[in-house]
Each structure stands twice: as C-alpha cells, then as structure tokens.
C-alpha cells in the first residue's frame, strides 16, 4: 500500500530550496530559502527539498508541507555527502522531515558499512521514516528497490566518477528503466533545466519530479546565460 503522503505528491512538482556555504544566498541564519519556498508553493509546488536543519525548520514551521530533507557534509574517507550518517538521520528526524533522502550509491563509506547495513540500521532505529534514494545508475536504483526505500531519485546521476559525463541533461532513460524495472515510485531529479525536460521527464512514467537550480540558484542561473554572451 502506498503511504497517503507519497500519492499526494504524485504527478505533481516538488521544489528544491538549497543554498550552501560559500554561495550568495547562503546565510546561517536561515530567512532566505523558506522565502524561496513561499514562491515555490505560490506557484503550485506541493512539496519543499531542503538542506540544512535551520531552513528545514523554518519551512516547516512557515507552510503545511511535506519537506525531503537532506544535509550535505563532507566526511574523511566518504564519497557521499548527502545524509552520510545516522548523526545527520537522526537530525533530520529531529527536525521533522517527511522524507529524508540519502545517498544510496554503491560508493566508498570511510566507516566501513555498506550503503545496505546503513540503510538497514536506519530503518531499524526509524521503522516508520519514509526514505528517498538518490541513485546515479540503473544498479544502484534496483539496490535500492530491495532495500525497501520509498522513492528512488535520479538525483545523482552525472554526479560520480562513473556516471560524469553521460548526459548534459536529465537522463530519461534512466528514468525509463527505473520505472519499468521496479515498483518503487521514480522521483526524476536533477539538471532539469527547462519546463520541456520537466514534461519529458513525465513521460517516461515517473511518479513525480524535483526541480532546484532552475529555480532558485540565481548564481547557476546566470552563469547559464553568461556561457552564451559573445566574448567582448
């Protein structure tokens, strides 16, 4: 039976809501992304991603939502970044995240554990957790399916050393894959530039999609722009 919150945000947008340190949107603080959100929600996004337990809380506190959180940290020894630990799972539980979504690649874990016992210890601390997997490849998505997880994001595809460079855009045949090789609901996410990758995104049968830097990375937005201005 599929969970009321995860057919809610069928056939529908999720906004992802992120800045990190180091970008100009960024403060520790919080205060910017929850007004990113509002505009995302205004537009008819029926769910926020979030990074960071300050904009998570004040989304959260801000809107009705359904909110995927994440941290993105970097730990000696770790490939992933994305919810590397269960220091940042309980911390997002903490915070009240609907979903929380991790890094479900078959990369290096610098604790020794394989993203499986990760995920399997993690359901046994948060049996009732909904989980979201961002996965770069067709392996790591039907992993993911055994594992039990909610979603599978397409999330890191393009994003490590053995998917770099396999497309400039949103990979649609992975999306295609997923969606005929499994039961798990597929969440198409990241380098959907435009509304025309988004509805060909649909059309490969997803459940449902998360747009960010499109939206709200002004920096990556401009620096798209900029790549095509005639050097002077």
């Known amino acids: 039976m599929v969970h009321p919150l995860i057919e809610q945000i069928k056939g529908k947008l999720i906004i992802s809501c ?56 970097n730990y ?8 590397a630990t269960m220091d940042e799972v309980d911390a997002l539980v903490e915070a009240g995240s609907d979903i929380i979504a991790l890094d479900a690649t078959l990369r290096q874990r610098g604790d020794g554990s394989t993203v ?10 948060y049996p009732e957790q909904l989980l979201m997997a961002d996965i770069s490849n067709l392996e790591e998505g039907l ?43 597929i969440v198409a996410e990241g ?4 509304p025309e990758d988004l509805a060909k995104a649909f059309e490969q049968g997803i459940h449902t999609a998360v747009v960010g830097g499109a939206i709200t990375r002004p920096l990556e937005i401009a620096r798209r722009f900029m790549a095509v201005v005639p050097e002077a």
């Not at 997880?149 to 295609?176: A, C, H, R, V, W």
């Open 18 to 73: 992120q800045a990190l340190p180091g970008e100009p949107l960024y403060r520790p603080e919080g205060g910017i992304m929850v007004l990113m959100a509002k505009a995302a929600l205004e537009a008819g996004a029926v769910a926020i991603r979030a990074q960071g337990i300050t904009d998570i809380k004040q989304i959260k506190e801000a809107f009705d939502v359904p909110v995927i959180g994440i941290i993105k940290k």
């Open 191 to 194: 380098k959907i530039h435009s």
């Open 116 to 125: 499986n016992e990760f995920v399997q210890a993690i359901k046994a601390k």
């Open 143 to 185: 992993n993911a399916a055994e594992l039990g997880f909610d979603l599978i994001g397409t999330t890191m595809n393009g994003y490590t050393s053995y998917t770099e460079g396999q497309s400039k855009g949103p990979n649609f045949e992975l999306m295609k894959q997923l969606v005929e090789q499994t039961n798990v609901p």
């Open 76 to 83: 000696e020894g770790y490939d992933s970044y994305i919810t």
